[in-house]
Structures are given as C-alpha cells and as structure tokens.
C-alpha cells in the first residue's frame, strides 16, 4: 500500500517502523519541533527522527486545516492515510482523501478511554486489562468504528510507562494486520456503542499530590499511572519527594508513617506501600536502599505532611 503516516510521539514510532518494512511510505507528517527541557532546546518528535532516519519525507505543519496540507496529501493520493498519536484532529477534506481511509492505532478498549492519556488512565483506575484498538477515523473524537483490537492483562506493578511500551509494539503488529485484512476486503467494522465510552483526559500535575490516607491499592496506582511523568509526589523536610514506583504490603500505621526502613515502608489509610525508587527535590533519583544511606529515616517519621 501507498500510506502517509501521521504521528508524533515515541508510541508511534514502531507502528511506522513495522510499516515501512511492508508497505510504501510516501510521506510523514509530524509536529512541529518544540523547545525541551530547562535549556529549551528544540527537538524533533520521535516520529520525525524515525523517518529521516527511514529517508522518508517529514511535513510540520502547525494545523492541518491551514496551509497546504490537503493540497500536498491529495497530489500524494496514498491509498489509507494511518494515524497513531498524531496530535491534531484531521479535518474532513483530508479524511476523505484515501480509498481505503484513514485508521488509526489507540492505547485502549475503545470505547473505554477516548482521549489523550487512554494508557496512563487504565492504570491509574486499576484496571486488569487494556489493550490496542485500530478504527476507522471520523470528525469525532476517538468515535469512528472499530476494525480490530488487542488485549493487554495488566500486571499489579505495571507502571504507565511499561504498558504504554507494551502497546507500542502491539500497536505496529495490529496495523499491520489491519491493512493487510483492508487490502483483502476483510474487515467487518464494528460501530462503537457510545453508552460505554469514557473520556481520558490529559494529566497535569495536579494528579500528583499522594494522599495517604487512601488504600494503599489506591496510592500504588496512583505512583504506577503517574510513572514516569508526571509523577507521584509528597513531601519530606519541607521539600517535594517524587515516589517513582511502590509495591504493595501488609502493614498499620498513621497514614505517610515510616513502618519500616528494610524495606522502606509508608502506612495508608489501609495497608502500605513500599517505595522502591523516589527522587528529593534537588538530587537525583535513586533506589530507595541508596536513599536510606544518605537520609536519616526514623520508624515513626511521618512524610506528607
């Protein structure tokens, strides 16, 4: 197949590997580099580095709706236009343009977890499963029918970011599944029920203040759904302690109490959580057995507060 590929962050990356070992990739389009980190240096998109590095051509536009775009796309007449994690919706003249149409490649169980954070939100929620979901695209959000999917079990000490890797590679496997059923006539689109659909919006760090006197299930899906950005935190000598990734186990206590330092151990409002890797304010991050080494946490210390 002729595809242009649309997709911007690392997750996207193996759906457009996978392609460009099977099929014709005529064009990528990706967003525009954006300053990074303290410095602010411009940085290409994942995607964009994966096609130079694929000799593929790379358009930038700020909006698909201004400019060129329909233009170049249509001139192109690639037979199915695929979009993972592109950024921006695609207004319907360019929706139009392939015979095989636009597909796109999301981190969920559609219709459960439309949005931009469809993986860190199954965690979060302390969900058992999620997966990868190929679709028709339309005007709407995430609403367009469904072609085929993959299941994901999500293990209790999955972080975000292992799910989210996981999905990545199935999501390059199901696309490339998907377009060789298209190409053979063999797809039976599903229309999603909307009654089901949940919406999962995009983090910020509001999300990030732990409370403890929750369960200690709720505070470990809280640090795994927040790992690794935007990150759980708390506090701890009037400084803020970013809490990476926890396990879960036995234990009473006030809620932010120190129970134990071997492991280092947090009571919660029910059980407790031991914190495995943490990062204070101004230091690097570290396993918490390095940590213990340089900080003096007492049994009874309360952190949080």
């Given at each position: 197949?002729?595809?242009?590929?649309?997709?911007?962050?690392?997750?996207?990356?193996?759906?457009?590997?996978?392609?460009?070992?099977?099929?014709?990739?005529?064009?990528?389009?990706?967003?525009?580099?954006?300053?990074?980190?303290?410095?602010?240096?411009?940085?290409?998109?994942?995607?964009?580095?994966?096609?130079?590095?694929?000799?593929?051509?790379?358009?930038?536009?700020?909006?698909?709706?201004?400019?060129?775009?329909?233009?170049?796309?249509?001139?192109?007449?690639?037979?199915?236009?695929?979009?993972?994690?592109?950024?921006?919706?695609?207004?319907?003249?360019?929706?139009?343009?392939?015979?095989?149409?636009?597909?796109?490649?999301?981190?969920?169980?559609?219709?459960?977890?439309?949005?931009?954070?469809?993986?860190?939100?199954?965690?979060?929620?302390?969900?058992?499963?999620?997966?990868?979901?190929?679709?028709?695209?339309?005007?709407?959000?995430?609403?367009?029918?469904?072609?085929l999917v993959d299941e994901y079990e999500i293990d209790i000490n999955d972080t975000a970011g292992d799910v989210f890797d996981k999905l990545a590679v199935m999501g390059g496997n199901l696309i490339l599944k998907t377009l060789d059923l298209a190409e053979k006539e063999?797809?039976?689109?599903?229309?999603?029920?909307?009654?089901?659909?949940?919406?999962?919006?995009?983090?910020?760090?509001?999300?990030?203040?732990?409370?403890?006197?929750?369960?200690?299930?709720?505070?470990?899906?809280?640090?795994?759904?927040?790992?690794?950005?935007?990150?759980?935190?708390?506090?701890?000598?009037?400084?803020?302690?970013?809490?990476?990734?926890?396990?879960?186990?036995?234990?009473?206590?006030?809620?932010?109490?120190?129970?134990?330092?071997?492991?280092?151990?947090?009571?919660?409002?029910?059980?407790?959580?031991?914190?495995?890797?943490?990062?204070?304010?101004?230091?690097?991050?570290?396993?918490?057995?390095?940590?213990?080494?340089?900080?003096?946490?007492?049994?009874?210390?309360?952190?949080?507060?």
């Amino acid at each position: 197949m002729n595809i242009v590929f649309m997709g911007t962050p690392d997750f996207a990356v193996p759906s457009l590997e996978k392609l460009a070992q099977h099929h014709n990739i005529m064009a990528v389009f990706t967003q525009p580099d954006k300053p990074v980190g303290r410095k602010m240096i411009l940085t290409p998109p994942d995607v964009k580095v994966c096609a130079e590095k694929l000799n593929i051509p790379v358009y930038q536009p700020e909006k698909l709706r201004i400019g060129d775009s329909f233009d170049i796309i249509s001139k192109m007449n690639p037979d199915v236009i695929v979009v993972v994690a592109y950024g921006q919706i695609l207004p319907e003249n360019i929706l139009n343009i392939p015979k095989y149409g636009c597909i796109n490649v999301h981190g969920s169980l559609l219709p459960k977890y439309r949005g931009a954070a469809p993986i860190q939100w199954a965690v979060l929620n302390g969900d058992k499963k999620t997966g990868v979901t190929t679709m028709y695209m339309e005007k709407g959000l995430d609403t367009g029918d469904i072609l085929l999917v993959d299941e994901y079990e999500i293990d209790i000490n999955d972080t975000a970011g292992d799910v989210f890797d996981k999905l990545a590679v199935m999501g390059g496997n199901l696309i490339l599944k998907t377009l060789d059923l298209a190409e053979k006539e063999g797809l039976t689109p599903i229309k999603q029920d909307d009654t089901q659909s949940s919406y999962a919006k995009m983090l910020d760090k509001s999300l990030c203040n732990i409370d403890f006197n929750k369960l200690a299930s709720e505070v470990h899906n809280q640090v795994r759904g927040l790992s690794p950005w935007p990150v759980a935190t708390t506090s701890y000598n009037g400084k803020v302690l970013k809490i990476f990734e926890t396990r879960l186990t036995k234990g009473n206590g006030k809620p932010g109490e120190i129970i134990s330092t071997n492991p280092l151990t947090v009571a919660c409002g029910e059980d407790a959580v031991i914190v495995n890797t943490l990062q204070l304010q101004g230091k690097k991050k570290m396993d918490s057995k390095a940590f213990l080494q340089g900080h003096k946490l007492e049994i009874g210390t309360i952190i949080g507060e």
